[in-house]
């Protein structure tokens, strides 16, 4: 991405202003932002671990991009949902007194964001590298509101916003674990990856459940879950699962962790999320979790847990329950 940025500022065309802040929407790491001067960004960073990379790199960081400072440009480095991307965009031009730059992978969908912004506006560049595009325009020269992040209202009350995991509605994953779910999971429950909030509305309808963490690196899927739950037993943690550490041990974790890495298959973010469990329960302590039919967890759940069960499922996904971690799990 950075590629793109440099070729468009030593020989592209495209001139930052030379006083004023400068957002950056989304970036993922320091390289991305090599080009530009670190005091003078502010970086709109929602995902946990990529928000405490940047910081501890020294950038000024935010969770979201309310109350921003008037800046004098903004950078968008854009996300695969395209209703995120547009929103992204909007926030952009919202905050800039000036220009608004646009930088994303074809496989991201910068062809058809840049088709739908030369619908309003002029646009310079687009530069071509590294199977991707960056163009730039005038945050002046159009109205973006209509692009703006609202919330979806979908099945039983939830509300979700663009760019969250399934937010077009209940992930089917997750719906099958939650109609797994026993009567009782304990007094202590945290749910790891809790997205927007699906299945932890559905712990909380256990009487024995004491207190539930809610566990999710997404600050804005975090947001709407603090929206969906309003039960005084919830607690919310803006963390990354992995390494997320409760402040007493948990009698029960549920689950439905992701295995992406942008559109690559990556089963050891799951496993990652199975070590964390391990780590996080009593001695006593259950795991329920899904996953897809082909991801092989098993072994690492019979090295974690004295016992392993696939208690359910069908031909896409499969239930698994694990109990009582094994000391080298803990």
Sequence with gaps: MSARLTLALNAGGLV???TGKIAVFHPRDAADLAELTKARLVVVQPFRPDYDALSTAGYDCRADGADLPPCAASLVFLPRAKALARALVAGAAACSDGLVIVDGAKTDGIDSILRDVKKRTTVSGPLSKAHGKLFWFDA????WSDWAARPAQISEGFQTLPGVF??????????????QLPAHLGGVVADLGAGWGFLSAQVLSRADVRALHLVEADQTALDCAAQNISDARAVFHWADA????????VDCVVMNPPFHTDRRADPELGRAFIRAAARILTRSGQMWMVANRHLPYEALLEELFAKVVETGGDTRFKILHATRPTRRGR
């Design 166 to 179: 399934s937010a077009d509605g209940i992930d089917p994953a997750s719906a099958l674990l939650a109609a």
């Design 16 to 18: 930052l202003p030379d």
């Design 242 to 249: 992995t390494t997320w550490h409760p402040p007493e041990p």
């Design 140 to 143: 002046n020269a159009a109205d």
